[in-house]
């Protein structure tokens, strides 16, 4: 529960079995290219001691997705014969997969989760996740993940990736001290694509914030460069205001 979490969501972009594979491939291969330790995913499995270990040249990653993928209780458009998904199928409830460094990493398992597809539905229904150990433990081998200048890239990267509508960075610790809300808004970094956002950076209520533009006209906001922690008033404080002026802003669904 101690973890940090790096999500970027999305609220309705359907697609086809086929887009959600090739798109989750192409996304897999730039995080190998990012970090080592993205060599190590696995597909998790849907029962104990049932993980796939992913190819390094992703040659099973198309098999495990047209399976695993979709929902086994949803109904899907254009199925096979078979009324499983085709890969010409799309439907409500989307796609998702989860992936995880299983044990292969020192002192803590990396977690990557995409999501998407899905219409109708609530907000982080679509969306993606990378989830880390936080910087207490101390057996986690990769340093670069409490790095603040490597996860504002990794960060962007996903941003430039997948065009998401916002975005953060943060831990369940962290966000609980914040608002006890269960819709998490704000975190360490913060992105929001809306334009609108540029202009928070004027905000008197903001002004010990870190505001940058995004290559696609977004706003990414920082709380600065100290990692986050439940127990540091200030960030906290912070990041409450900065909660409330995107909620009250119509910048972000809470």
């Known amino acids: 529960m101690n973890e940090f979490t790096m999500g970027i969501y999305w609220y309705e972009r359907q697609l086809t079995l086929r887009q959600y594979a090739d798109i989750s491939q192409a996304f897999i291969k ?5 970090h080592p330790v993205f060599q190590f995913l696995e597909w998790v499995g849907d029962r104990p001691n049932n993980a796939v270990k992913l190819a390094s040249d992703l040659d ?3 098999g495990l997705i ?8 949803a109904i899907y458009q254009k199925p096979d ?5 085709s890969w010409d199928s799309f439907g409500v409830a989307g796609f998702d997969m989860r992936y995880s460094t299983g044990k292969a990493v020192p002192g803590g398992r990396m977690s990557v ?5 899905r219409t109708g539905m609530p907000r982080f229904a679509n969306g993606v996740t990378i989830n880390f ?5 101390a057996d986690f081998t990769c340093k670069e993940f409490f790095d603040y200048d490597f996860l504002k890239r990794l960060l962007l990267h996903l941003i430039a990736f997948w065009k998401p509508e916002d975005g953060r960075l943060t831990s369940y610790p962290f966000s609980e001290a914040v608002s006890t809300s269960m819709v998490v ?3 360490w970094l913060t992105y929001v694509r809306d334009p609108r956002a540029t202009a928070l950076r004027n905000s008197p209520q903001l002004k010990n914030l870190i505001f940058e533009t995004t290559p696609d006209g977004g706003t990414l906001i920082s709380l600065g460069r100290t990692p986050i922690a439940p127990d540091n008033a200030e960030q906290v404080e912070q990041a409450r205001r900065l909660r409330q002026v995107l909620i009250d802003k119509g910048l972000v669904k809470s």
Do not use: F, M
Not at 81 to 85: I, W, Y
Not at 113 to 117: D, F, Q, R, S, T
Not at 133 to 137: D, G, K, L, V, Y
């Open 30 to 34: 730039q995080l190998k290219e990012i």
């Open 66 to 73: 047209y399976t695993h993928a979709p929902s086994k209780e």
């Open 81 to 85: 014969k078979d009324r499983t998904a």
């Open 133 to 137: 150990p936080s910087r207490e433990n």
């Open 113 to 117: 989760w995409i999501g998407a597809g």
């Open 60 to 62: 099973n990653l198309e």
């Open 185 to 187: 808004v704000v975190g």
